[in-house]
């Protein structure tokens, strides 16, 4: 039997090591993005997960990011004229903050291809901010998604990939 994230993440925590050590790899995949307000735009993702290293994704693509359960993952979608991404003429459309302590108790299995609305008020420079407030806009967003249909929106699987534990008698299984 495969352990939600959740238990997998807080054990390690239990066990006294630094959080920093204690991630875990999950795929990030940004599937799609709705955007009523604008035609013929290419969009793309800049996926982050605190550090200073960021990745930027297209549509359809997936990233490997390592995460731990006080990570908030932010993904920045920005919209390009061309297919290729270049930061001078791409524009922000929002943002969306994932929670992963959140993702692990609310959706053990991870989340596919789930729509979710950007919030695109927020300066996506600014730190991430209060994590009770976090979590009900991650709420929000994926309750709005259906609600608000001219709010712009992403389509997002997060998915935690096969690992190994080394410690005690477990074998190599899933995290979500």
Partial sequence: EEPPLSLVLHEAEKMGN????????????????????????????????????TKVIGRSQTLSVEVGIT?????????????????????????LRV?????????????FQQWFNLDTRSDPRMPAGDPQQLVSKFEQAYTDA???????????????????VQRGTRQTFSIF
Avoid: W
Wanted: charged share 15%; with cysteine.
């Fill in 18 to 53: 630094t959080l920093a050590t204690d991630t875990i790899p999950v795929l990030v995949t940004m599937v799609d993005v709705h955007n009523p307000k604008a035609q013929d735009q290419f969009y793309f993702c800049n996926v982050s997960s605190g550090g200073a290293s």
């Fill in 71 to 95: 990570t908030i993952l932010s993904m920045i979608v920005y919209e390009c004229p061309e297919p290729v991404f270049t930061p001078e003429t791409a524009r922000c459309l929002g943002v």
């Fill in 99 to 111: 929670p992963i302590e959140r993702l692990a108790e609310r959706y053990s299995s991870g989340i």
């Fill in 146 to 164: 259906v609600n608000d249909v001219y709010q712009p929106k992403v389509c997002v699987s997060v998915i935690g990939s096969a690992f190994e």
